[in-house]
């Protein structure tokens, strides 16, 4: 069964650049099918917001709200997907997700989904 842990840092300030990184156990990103590696964040007391994503392939989509801040990448060797938020701003504090998806969009949130990982934008 595929697992999916996000990391990065907890607190960041205002301006700079987040970078969260997603493991995935269980599945090989470069083999085990075609998925869609997503990243998915949801803000204190708002829904969730599909971010974007990178298809196995390697073709990326983004969230056209957020798509001139957003980058993801892929690191086959080390079976993760990478996500950068850059000129980050107190509205982008909230739960990060990573999660794999047989399409793009927000998806049921299940076992294809990591636990979250609470980001805090603040000086």
């Known amino acids: 069964q595929v697992q999916l842990q996000e990391s990065g840092p907890g607190l960041v300030k205002p301006s700079q650049t987040l970078f969260l990184t997603c493991t995935v156990s269980?599945?090989?990103?470069?083999?085990?099918?075609?998925?869609?590696w997503t990243w998915i964040r949801q803000p204190p007391g708002k829904g969730l917001e599909w971010m974007g994503a990178?298809?196995?392939?390697?073709?990326?989509f983004y969230n056209p709200s957020l798509k001139s801040r957003t980058s993801i990448s892929i690191d086959t060797s080390r079976n993760q997907f990478t996500l950068q938020l850059r000129s980050v701003a107190p509205e982008d504090t909230g739960v990060y997700y990573c999660?794999?998806?047989?399409?793009?969009?927000?998806?049921?949130?299940?076992?294809?989904w990591g636990q979250g990982t609470q980001v805090t934008v603040s000086s």
């Open positions: 999660a794999r998806a047989d399409r793009l969009g927000l998806t049921p949130k299940d076992d294809n």
């Open positions: 269980g599945d090989s990103i470069e083999t085990g099918g075609y998925y869609y």
């Open positions: 990178i298809g196995t392939d390697a073709s990326i």
